[in-house]
């Protein structure tokens, strides 16, 4: 199974930015579509952005669409996200989560997950 491992979360003041990093050391990133998912406390985790296999084709969900870019560069087994003009409310556990399939933000599509990493937005 691919183990994933996120980086990058932290605590930032509304307005500033934060580049998350999804690395995989085992197997080869490319055969994968990776999405990325947080989760707030109290709340469901969601689907936030998808990029497929050789990264031609990327999406996001309608609350961080114009804020966040998701990308890959599979040369070096890594898929980034870049959290700009972060709001309180973006306020969650970040994942990253890979998929053979096609680029989804379903939870039950994804097979292997990271362990997260805490995204704190408060001034």
């Known amino acids: 199974q691919l183990q994933l491992v996120e980086s990058g979360g932290g605590l930032v003041q509304p307005g500033e930015s934060l580049t998350l990093t999804c690395a995989v050391s085992?197997?080869?990133?490319?055969?994968?579509?990776i999405g990325w998912f947080r989760q707030a406390p109290g709340k469901e985790r969601e689907g936030v952005s998808c990029?497929?296999?050789?990264?031609?084709?990327?999406n996001y969900a309608d609350s961080v669409k114009g804020q966040f870019t998701i990308s890959r560069d599979n040369a070096k087994n890594t898929v980034y996200l870049s959290l700009n003009s972060l709001k309180p409310e973006d306020t969650a556990v970040y994942y990253c989560?890979?998929?053979?399939?096609?680029?989804?933000?379903?939870?039950?599509?994804?097979?292997?997950w990271g362990q997260g990493t805490q995204v704190t937005v408060s001034s």
């Open positions: 989560a890979a998929t053979p399939e096609y680029c989804s933000h379903e939870r039950a599509d994804f097979g292997s």
């Open positions: 085992e197997f080869t990133l490319s055969y994968f579509a």
């Open positions: 990029i497929s296999s050789k990264g031609e084709i990327t």
